[in-house]
């Protein structure tokens, strides 16, 4: 079960990353072009979070059954001197709630601002910030200490 939760993790990263950037090219282009606001755009948003938040359990799932993820929290002193397990055991769960959060919180705001350019501005921004944090937070191949394939298979 954990290899398929897993290559699931992994192949769900790049549908967070694809949508993301739409949904933050639609959110830039609505704002810079003061276009209205649309139902295309609330279901930008809405398919966005809804890939952020299966993520986000699948990664919670993840966590849970992960030999990496319990050899941190049963050897906390000495693993989180080790960066790949201190990264897998703590940091990347971290940042990726808080990515998580900053979606969430755009998404929000998009929906609930009364003028078109203030929604554009809300998702703009929230969307961006998630966006940064992902991207610095994600187990690249080229990383140096936690680097991980582009594509696993189960």
């Not at 990353?17 to 606001?37: E, H, T």
């Not at 030999?67 to 990347?92: C, W």
Request: charged letters at 15%; hydrophobic letters at 55%.
């Amino acid at each position: 079960m954990y290899s398929t939760v897993l290559a699931l993790h992994s192949l769900v990263r790049w549908l967070v990353l694809i949508s993301l950037l739409v949904a933050i090219f639609c959110a830039y282009r609505g704002w810079l072009s003061k276009k209205k606001f649309s139902g295309f755009d609330n279901l930008v948003i809405y398919c966005t979070a809804t890939i952020v938040y299966l993520q986000l359990v699948l990664g919670l799932w993840l966590y849970f059954i992960s030999p990496i993820s319990n050899y941190f929290l049963h050897n906390f002193k000495t693993a989180v001197h080790q960066r790949d397990l201190r990264f897998f055991g703590m940091e990347h769960s971290i940042m990726m709630i808080a990515a998580t959060i900053m979606i969430t919180i755009g998404s929000a705001k998009a929906k609930r601002r009364p003028t078109d350019d203030q929604k554009f501005r809300a998702m703009a921004i929230w969307f961006t910030i998630g966006f940064l944090i992902i991207l610095t937070s994600v187990p690249w191949a080229f990383s140096p200490f936690t680097s991980r394939p582009y594509f696993r298979m189960v």
